[in-house]
């Protein structure tokens, strides 16, 4: 019984240092240091956002749409969910001049002015990082970003 106690004990410190570890900051995930040579502008916004998340990066960017990260949900533009901190845009191909389509990471979210904060690598063919605010509306509890192309956000 105390060698179960001291093994959960110890997977509990490792799941919190693990959990710790992977919480990155933008300047973290944005380091173009720290991804392979094959990009042409390094981070390309799917391993910026897989950073943001603590997940191997993975696809193209409009793919996340039909296969969403482990434990997020599909939020349609026009939907009953609004956006939060912490979920990721998803915009289709085509979106900026992509052929990949784009994601981005909400970083904040201000309810009173209705507008979110979204930090991401490569918006519009411009290497490296950046933050942005884009403007969301609510009309009949329906919430819908304001920009072309989006297919909406995965959330938690």
Known sequence: MKFMRTLVLMCAV??????????????????PDSYSKKSYC???????????????????????????????????????????????????????????GHVAYIEKVDTKKKKITISQTNMNNKCGYSEEKLSYKVKKNKYTVDSDKLYGWLSK
């Open 14 to 31: 490792c799941m919190m240092s693990f959990f710790l570890d992977n919480q990155a900051n933008a300047k973290d995930c944005a380091s």
């Open 42 to 100: 390094r981070p390309q916004c799917v391993d910026y956002v897989a950073c943001k998340i603590g997940i191997s990066s993975y696809g193209n960017a409009y793919k996340w749409w039909d296969s969403p990260p482990s434990g997020y949900k599909n939020r349609d533009q026009g939907g009953k969910k609004a956006p939060q901190k912490h979920d990721i845009l998803v915009w289709k191909k085509g979106a900026f001049g992509s052929t990949y």
